[in-house]
């Protein structure tokens, strides 16, 4: 009965549970919920507490029913009031959180899809350009086939090199750059306009990862996070990224809370969502009180994880689980702010323990690069408009 209520029914319903307990205990009498009911059974709480009777001339006035009148014109405009403010203020923001949690996700995949079909469809509008020539080609003629010497470039470890070749009559299925590295291995790769091919260089992204405590007056707004190993030393030419809330993971879309996972006690909410980072894990493993109604990966489990994994449980009643992992546990994940050659955590997450994770491009890479293209069988070489190598830097992948 009561899930068909009015939400202002089931506040009066609790007003006048209240009341009937007061006068029960009042009188000496135990109040079971047998009697509760009883009394309860009998009130229309689709009229208002208040009741206005008439009061015929002459009759003397009643101060305590007065009074008693007042106090109830009060639990009316109190119930009102309290609707008025969890209908157009705490549901609106409730919903309004919930619709931007997940707009954020959908704009953030968007502009995943956005970047890799950027790249698939037109290579030059991406990346910096590390080599650019339209004449003085240093180019030789053997047996119908042209080598185009174009020199020696240097670039970043793991970024993606697009080749542009641009050239009278010529197909870009008869054209291969060769990268020669420092150790003499050829490298090929074809025009990009060919078979969106690239090259990707050998090597790795350079990794720090610094540890930083926040003290518990600075969570109003974004705050300095800035660790005391690279104070003054911030470089906007690298990537920082920022977990926070070790051991802890995070609930609701509005007015987060977090929860301290311990070994073996299980996580409880009564509904909403939960979303936390395993760092450096291998593998994670669930154990569910009941199938939740939304979760981001399949099954009870997740294998083969990357070096962060996150996790996302949403559910619309109560939910208990718990789940073990080798990996580290973080409620958030942010991007780092760099203004005034400080690092800044960029909302005001109320969290301690900061994991910061900077990338850079380490050493970079030589390599001398050529051109093949042919069969000329005029033995002549066409003429070549431009030659061109983009690099797309992998610190744009790590996000």
Do not use: W
């Amino acid at each position: 009965m009561a899930a068909t209520m009015y939400q202002d029914q089931v506040k009066k319903l609790a007003y006048y549970r209240s009341r009937i307990i007061q006068d029960l205990a009042r009188k000496g009498v135990y109040p079971d919920d047998s009697r509760i009911q009883s009394r309860i059974k009998n009130i229309d709480t689709m009229l208002g507490v208040f009741q206005y009777m008439n009061i015929g001339i002459g009759d003397k006035f009643d101060t305590a029913k007065f009074n008693e009148d007042f106090e109830r014109i009060y639990t009316d405009l109190k119930i009102l009031y309290q609707l008025a403010y969890e209908i157009s203020v705490q549901d609106y923001y409730e919903l309004k959180a919930y619709c931007e949690t997940h707009l954020n996700e959908l704009e953030g995949m968007a502009d995943n899809y956005q970047y890799k079909t950027k790249f698939e469809l037109d290579s030059t509008y991406l990346g910096n350009t590390v080599f650019f020539q339209s004449s003085g080609f240093d180019s030789e003629m053997s047996n119908g086939i042209a080598t185009i010497n174009l020199g020696e470039i240097e670039v970043e470890a793991q970024s993606k090199l697009s080749c542009i070749f641009d050239c009278e009559n010529v197909t870009p299925r008869n054209v291969v750059f060769v990268f020669t590295d420092q150790e003499g291995v050829n490298h090929n790769c074809s025009p990009y306009s060919y078979n969106q091919d690239f090259f990707t260089v050998p090597g790795k992204l350079k990794k720090n990862t610094y540890l930083v405590n926040i003290s518990e007056d600075v969570f109003k707004t974004q705050f300095i996070c800035t660790p005391s190993e690279i104070a003054g030393s911030v470089n906007h030419d690298n990537k920082y990224i920022l977990y926070g809330g070790k051991n802890f993971v995070q609930t609701g879309y509005y007015r987060k809370q977090y929860i301290d996972k311990l070994p073996g006690v299980p996580i409880t909410i009564d509904n909403g969502v939960i979303q936390f980072y395993v760092l450096n894990g291998d593998y994670i493993n669930f154990d569910f009180s009941t199938t939740p109604d939304n979760k981001n990966f399949e099954g009870i489990g997740i294998a083969d994880m990357p070096d962060c994994q996150r996790i996302v449980i949403e559910h619309k009643s109560k939910l208990s689980f718990d789940f073990v992992t080798n990996g580290i546990i973080y409620a958030t994940r942010q991007d780092g702010k760099i203004m005034n050659n400080e690092l800044y955590y960029p909302t005001p997450d109320k969290v301690k323990d900061i994991l910061v994770e900077e990338y850079s491009v380490g050493e970079k890479s030589k390599y001398t690069v050529s051109v093949t293209a042919g069969p000329f069988l005029t033995g002549n070489l066409p003429v070549i408009n431009t030659v061109a190598i983009k690099q797309l830097s992998m610190l744009e992948d790590v996000s």
